[in-house]
């Protein structure tokens, strides 16, 4: 009778887990569906855009994330010349992609966007005065 007992239990339990992983799949499936990236665990609230987006000319730029296309000390290089500003961020949007131009997720409005004529490169300056590179952002299953 134990045994019955242990064996029904184990099956009611494996049948929850089972239901708990494939709805979290389902809802992380319909996030990304509507429109927002809800991967990875970034501290912002779920349902909102979780990574650094920018809309400029027509395209959503994203950073790299990588050390190496990160450079200190930004606003003295990007001011030497090389570069050029080419404006200020003039909405944060949180909610939605962002779709008009210079509005950002996830970046303070008035952040300075930079363009690097040799490289053709977006750069934004983040507030600690570092500047990432951004590249066009993948697909985003819209």
Avoid at 8 to 21: G, R, T, W, Y
Avoid at 114 to 134: G, K, S, W
Wanted: glycine content about 8%; aromatic content about 10%; charged content about 25%.
């Amino acid at each position: 009778m134990q045994k019955r007992i242990l064996i029904i239990s184990m099956f009611i339990f494996l049948l929850l887990v089972f239901i708990s992983c494939s709805s979290d799949k389902q809802v992380e499936q319909e996030s990304s569906q509507s429109g927002i990236n809800t991967g990875g665990d970034t501290g912002y609230p779920s349902g909102t855009m979780q990574f650094i987006y920018l809309y400029h000319d027509g395209k959503l730029y994203t950073p790299t994330y990588r050390d190496e296309d990160c450079i200190k000390d930004g606003k003295a290089y990007a001011t030497s010349g090389k570069w050029k500003l080419i404006g200020k961020t003039v909405r944060e949007e949180n909610e939605k992609w962002p779709d008009v131009e210079m509005v950002a997720s996830r970046v303070l409005v008035g952040t300075e966007v930079y363009y690097d004529n040799l490289t053709n490169d977006i750069f934004i300056l983040r507030e600690d005065n570092i500047l990432m590179r951004c590249v066009v952002a993948p697909d985003r299953g819209s």
